[in-house]
């Protein structure tokens, strides 16, 4: 029996479907976590076969420790994931630390967590990137500036999600930036690409293989739902565009990517830019090396009548998975932000839309400021549909009226 030690298992809240299906597959499933055991949910109380509780999982030695003692109780682990990119580098030091070979390792983060150095990996599979400039000083981002133009981008190197992402459109902004901003964080400045992200989604299995593929994409802006406090959407595709499918397989090979849950971005671009490329041409924006967030695996199980979650179990445990896809939709999610007037009420888009609904809850606080408070997931045969109901749901009163 292979011993599996999952960290956070209890978030994001949905994260426990994988510790079943591992344990379904006859996994010896270890979660480590910072809730306390009676606050678990019984599913997942039921998919673990022991839990170690720890005070907070940002305490490294606490960690180690809880590791060490169930490698003394279990033996040698296996596998150690969190599928999760705010652990990312943490699982990495401790599969480095107790010779857990199965994942990526400490020497391994720099070129999948930093933002600058994907860029060379990128440039090996023949995908263009955006121009950068490490933020130095005023003139060294003016001289960068003067190459590309305003606006620019301005993000941690080392981030997570859209946090600290700023669109900087003038002299006076930089000024207030390089003032503001936190001189022990390294930022990278990128030119402004007028784009809307496309992703590449994919399990991939020991050899570098794709055992499941889809993809997502985002209309609007992660850093402007997040700074503007704005309603998030964005969707699964019904099928993967062949030019995603290609840029997401590349690049796989590219980071010498195994047995992994991946979340791709990349830029299609909605006008011609030169230097990178045509309108509609898909172009790099960054990797990350676990699935994409929130609820977005129980959304690829909606628009692919599947079940990732077990996918990724069936790659951990036997190499391969057998599960079937099935029948193909849209898989849409609206996530609205409280305080906004809106022209149709809970009630009316139950109304309207329940047949199509999937999932309708509220968003953990700890997820909101990417993903709106409330969230409503439908999946629609035709994108038109979906369109409609984006169009409907999101319509406020201060708006102009729906046609």
């Known amino acids: 029996m292979k011993n599996v030690v999952f960290i956070s298992p209890n978030f994001p809240t949905n994260y426990w479907q994988f510790c079943r299906e591992l344990k379904n597959n006859g996994m010896n499933v270890l979660g480590?976590?910072?809730?306390?055991?009676?606050?678990?949910?019984?599913?997942?109380?039921?998919?673990?076969?022991?839990?170690?509780?720890?005070?907070?999982?940002?305490n490294e030695d606490e960690v180690y420790r809880a590791v060490a003692f169930l490698i003394f109780k279990h033996g040698r682990i296996d596998w150690l994931e969190s599928?999760?990119?705010?652990?990312?580098?943490?699982?990495?030091k401790l599969r480095t630390d107790f010779h857990i070979t199965s994942g990526f390792q400490t020497e391994d983060m720099p070129r999948i967590k930093f933002k600058s150095r994907m860029k060379e990996y990128y440039i090996k599979a023949g995908i263009p990137v955006a121009r950068h400039h490490m933020v130095d000083d005023l003139e060294g981002c003016?001289?960068?500036?003067?190459?590309?133009?305003?606006?620019?981008?301005?993000?941690?190197?080392?981030?997570?999600?859209a946090s600290h992402t700023y669109k900087i459109s003038n002299k006076k902004e930089l000024q207030t930036f390089l003032a503001q901003k936190d001189p022990a964080v390294s930022y990278i400045m990128e030119e402004f690409v007028d784009a809307e992200v496309n992703s590449y989604d994919a399990i991939i299995d020991a050899n570098g293989e794709p055992v499941f593929e889809t993809g997502n994409v985002t209309p609007n802006s992660i850093m402007?739902?997040?700074?503007?406090?704005?309603?998030?959407?964005?969707?699964?595709?019904?099928?993967?565009?062949?030019?995603?499918?290609a840029a997401g397989r590349a690049t796989v090979k590219s980071f010498g990517v195994k047995s992994r849950f991946v979340h791709f971005e990349f830029f299609r671009l909605l006008k011609d830019h030169k230097g990178l490329g045509k309108k509609g041409q898909i172009i790099a924006l960054e990797v990350n090396?676990?699935?994409?967030?929130?609820?977005?695996?129980?959304?690829?199980n909606f628009a692919n009548?599947?079940?990732?979650?077990?996918?990724?179990?069936?790659?951990?445990?036997?190499?391969?998975?057998?599960?079937?896809?099935?029948?193909?939709?849209?898989?849409?999610?609206?996530?609205?932000?409280?305080?906004?007037?809106?022209?149709?009420?809970?009630?009316?888009?139950?109304?309207?839309?329940?047949?199509?609904?999937?999932?309708?809850?509220?968003i953990p606080d700890a997820l909101s400021g990417a993903m709106g408070n409330q969230m409503y997931v439908a999946v629609f045969d035709t994108k038109e549909e979906m369109d409609s109901f984006y169009t409907h749901v999101l319509e406020c009163r201060d708006a102009e009226p729906s046609k």
């Not at 997040?226 to 964005?234: E, G, K, L, P, T």
């Not at 079940?307 to 445990?317: F, R, S």
């Not at 022209?343 to 109304?351: A, C, Q, Y």
Request: hydrophobic fraction near 35%.
């Open 83 to 92: 599928n999760n990119e705010y652990w990312l580098e943490k699982d990495a």
């Open 305 to 362: 009548s599947t079940n990732v979650y077990k996918i990724w179990a069936d790659m951990i445990a036997f190499g391969r998975s057998t599960v079937p896809v099935g029948k193909h939709a849209f898989c849409a999610f609206a996530g609205l932000r409280d305080g906004k007037n809106f022209v149709m009420s809970h009630e009316d888009i139950m109304e309207k839309y329940g047949a199509n609904m999937k999932m309708v809850e509220r």
């Open 142 to 161: 003016l001289a960068f500036i003067k190459q590309v133009r305003y606006p620019v981008i301005t993000k941690p190197d080392n981030g997570v999600g």
């Open 289 to 300: 090396m676990r699935p994409c967030g929130g609820f977005s695996p129980d959304m690829m």
């Open 224 to 245: 402007d739902i997040v700074n503007n406090m704005d309603n998030s959407i964005y969707y699964i595709v019904k099928d993967l565009a062949d030019d995603t499918r």
């Open 32 to 58: 480590i976590g910072d809730q306390p055991y009676d606050q678990l949910t019984s599913e997942l109380k039921d998919s673990l076969n022991e839990y170690y509780k720890v005070s907070s999982l940002e």
